[in-house]
Nanobody
Framework: QVHLVETGGGLGQAGGSLRFSCVAS????????MGWFRQAPGKEREFVTQ????????YYANSVKGRFTSSRDNAKNTVYLQMNSLKPEDTGVYYC????????????????WGQGTQVTVSS
């Protein structure tokens, strides 16, 4: 079992920045990568980014590429999501999730999920 706890997010303005952290505990060695997903009201949960624990390889959705950056601190079992140049369409509930393999973008490939944190971006 992997337990994920997110912190950060909240309210932001268009053009501004927000930052998330996600701390993993438990059987963290079972996960090879950590992803971030988001779900806007009335929409499906969508992939945002993924980072692998070992190599730090990153993958981004086209909608956030160049604006969002994921990073990790292996010693702290923590991944971060830096969100810059925010847009109102970035509004939604953000989730961190753990996957057994790197390079996965489908939410069904993720075994464990954080509690979700609301991000609201005003124009």
């Amino acid at each position: 079992q992997v337990h994920l706890v997110e912190t950060g997010g909240g309210l932001g303005q268009a053009g501004g920045s927000l930052r998330f952290s996600c701390v993993a505990s438990g059987r963290t060695l079972s996960s090879a990568a950590m992803g971030w997903f988001r779900q806007a009201p009335g929409k499906e949960r969508e992939f945002v980014t993924q980072i692998s624990w070992r190599a730090g390889s990153t993958y981004y959705a086209n909608s956030v590429k160049g604006r969002f950056t994921s990073s990790r601190d292996n010693a702290k079992n923590t991944v971060y999501l830096q969100m810059n140049s925010l847009k109102p369409e970035d509004t939604g509930v953000y989730y961190c999730a753990a996957a057994r393999q790197s390079g996965l973008r489908d939410r069904s490939d993720y075994d464990y999920w954080g509690q979700g944190t609301q991000v609201t971006v005003s124009s």
